[in-house]
Structures are given as C-alpha cells and as structure tokens.
C-alpha cells in the first residue's frame, strides 16, 4: 500500500455541465446549500490541523465544476502558500478557464486536468448536455489559454464511451504528437448509469492501446502528477498518453489519496463510503482540531480494507449509490 498523502478536495458539487456519464439524464441532484459547504477558513483549517501533519503534501481542488466556487484563485493562493503543499493542482471542464488561468497560474497553480470527451463540436455537446448551445469552442479556447500561460503538464481526460466517442481515439492520442500535453484514456466507470450505455458499458485500456500501437506504435514514458494511470508516448511525440483502467485493471493497492467533499465527508474510497467521517459537523460543533485529526488517522488504518475492490465480491455495504457529480471525484 502507498503512503497516503494526497487529498482531493471537492468545492462545490454544481456544475455547468451534464455530462452523460456524470449526470445521467433523469437523475435527482440535490445540491448542496451555501451555508452546508465547507468556508474558505475551513478548508484551510483542516488542512493545517488535520491533514499536513498526518503527511499530506498533495492536494487537488475538484468539483462539480471548482471554477464556479466563489474565491477560487484565493483558495489557490493560500494552500499553495501552506509551507507544506508540495503539490496543488485542478480539475476543470475549461468552460470558464481562459478567464481564470493566469490568475490560477499566479496563485501558483502549475497543473491542470482538463475534461476533453470529443473534439468534434456535435459530439462532444451531445455528451456534455447543453440543451442546443454549443459549448466547444469556448471550451476549447480555455484549454489554449491555459497552454500558453505554461500550464505544464496540461492533462486532458478523455472517458470512452462505447458508441459515442471511441472513434476518436486516434485523433485525440495525435494531440501529444506536436504538443507537449498528456492525454488520459479513462475506462466509463457506470456510476448511477449502469444500464445506459448496454452490454458494452466500457472499452478495456488495453484495447485502445492496441489501437495505437497498430497506428503509431507505443513506448514507456512518465509524467509528472499523482495519479494512477499507466504512461505511454508515441515515439517521437512531445507529450504523453495514460490509461486510467479502474474496470479492467484494479488498481486499490496503488491508491494514494482521501476524498473530501464539499459538505465535509472524509471518504476513503470513490466507490465506498465505508468509514466516512464528517468533519464540518463535527468542527462547527466545536470538537478539537486533535481529536478530529485522531478520528481521520484512524480512518487512514482502515483504509487498506476500504476499496472498490469489494464489488468484485459482490459485497454492497457502504458503496456508493449516487451519480459521479455527487462524489466529488
């Protein structure tokens, strides 16, 4: 097991988009109220008292969409300030970003990772549920602002979904060939959605591996970040390919990293809300900085027999039975 010492931290559950694999159509979303998220000084409380000295270094600001979160780039400013952080990035759909990123990249954000399912403009509207307005090209326009304040590296996630957008696969790998980007193949993860997408809910990595390989061709590479994904480049490329593989490839033992959501919950899995503590409540009620880092160090012994890997025995106490927007990544 590695060390944990990587928190994502949710900001906010809403976002602008609806993405068909995040928000299914039809789904109940009740969002959070103001007064229920985590403050500013909250958040930063927590980090210091609890969370730095049990040995988190690294942290990722997630959403819902964290661009929508009032005060954003302060928040940015002020963890990347904590003389423990040694990492601090974001997770973004670039919808708001061309307006944000030198202002994120000044607070001392340096890494991003962008949600990108399609560079066709129908397609990718179509996945994101817009209602008829097309949000591409002002998507797309966020992530060349964020390539030319110096993001780097600028990650783009794609998730493959079977009949809608696994055809573009090559096209979204030839990014890395002239850019200095890392692409990121994600296995559609049927959270809330199982029955959408039929038999064929998700690609294996190992396939759209092979389907590179046959164009290109693929070497072992690395790249800079915490995540689980498997590295590859296609020779003679600037940037990088990953293939995050969740269904096909467990990757439990690996896991580095606690959840924080919006409202508070300290989960230790994405898919497995076993242990879960809420640390707002307990803190707006006046419960010490010390026994609440005693509770999240406790938490942390448990969580090697925590994980998503309880699904494959069949075992349901504790999982999740929300959409992937009320997880919080």
Known sequence: MNPV????????????????????????????????LLTHQEIITLLEGVFIPLGFQKFRLTGGEPLLRPG?????????????TQDIAL??????????????????????????????????????????????????????EAHRVGFDPLKLNTVVIPGVNEGEVLDLAALTLDRNWHVRFIEFMPIGNPELFGDRAWIPSEELRSWIRQQWGLEEATVRGNGPADVFRIPGAKGTLGFISQMSECFCDRCNRMRLSADGWLRPCLLNETGQLDLKTQLREGVSIPQLRQQVQGLLELKPEINFKQRETGTETGLYHRTMSQIGG
């Not at 954003?72 to 400013?77: K, P, Q, S």
């Open 91 to 144: 997770s973004t759909n670039a919808f708001l970003l061309a307006q944000y990123a030198q202002d994120l990249y000044n607070a001392g954000l340096h890494r991003l990772n962008i949600s990108l399912d399609s560079l066709n403009p129908d397609t990718f509207d179509k996945i994101i549920g817009t209602g008829g307005k097309s949000r591409w090209k002002q998507t797309w326009e966020g992530i060349q």
């Open 5 to 36: 010492d990587y928190l994502r931290i949710s900001l906010i559950d809403r976002c602008n988009f609806r993405c068909l694999y995040c928000m299914p159509e039809g789904a109940k979303l009740d969002y959070i109220l103001q007064q229920n």
């Open 72 to 84: 954003v780039v302060d928040l940015v400013r002020d963890i990347a300030r904590l003389p423990a």
